[in-house]
Each structure stands twice: as C-alpha cells, then as structure tokens.
C-alpha cells in the first residue's frame, strides 16, 4: 500500500508556488518540500485543511492511494 502526494501537481494547476503555501499554512518551505516529496509519515488535518482551503480543493485532489498490486505492476516486481 502505498499514498502518493500529488500536491506539486496542483501547485501548477493553481499557477501557486510553495513559499506562499507554506506562508498561509504556518510551515516551512522545507517541511513543504519533504511533503510533496512523500518523505513524511504522516500530516495533522489541521495543516491538510489549510491546503486544501488556500488551494480550493479536496484531501483527494493531493492524496492517492495505490494498493500493492498496482505498486507492482507499476514498477515491474513480481508478488
């Protein structure tokens, strides 16, 4: 099982950059980047709500789930 952060994608969608991001969130432009790169265990809501409102969107639209099988698949291993 693996959750993928696509927040980089709606960054562009947005046409926002992750200073004024992590401005309105209350976190730092490095604690943003380990978040889109998936380097976190985890995210308080409270900071996925203030995403989510400064970029006018849902948990769903930055979070994707991947069970094991389609990680496989995706990356050639056998099970």
Known sequence: MQIYITLDVML??????????????????????LLKSGKV????FATLEKICEFLECQPGDI?????????????????
């Open 12 to 33: 562009a969608r947005r046409k926002v950059t992750s200073r004024d991001l992590a401005k309105h969130v209350g976190i730092t432009e490095q604690n943003l980047s």
């Open 41 to 44: 265990k985890g995210i308080r």
């Open 63 to 79: 979070l994707q789930y991947a069970a094991a099988e389609e990680e496989q698949q995706a990356t050639g291993q056998a099970a």
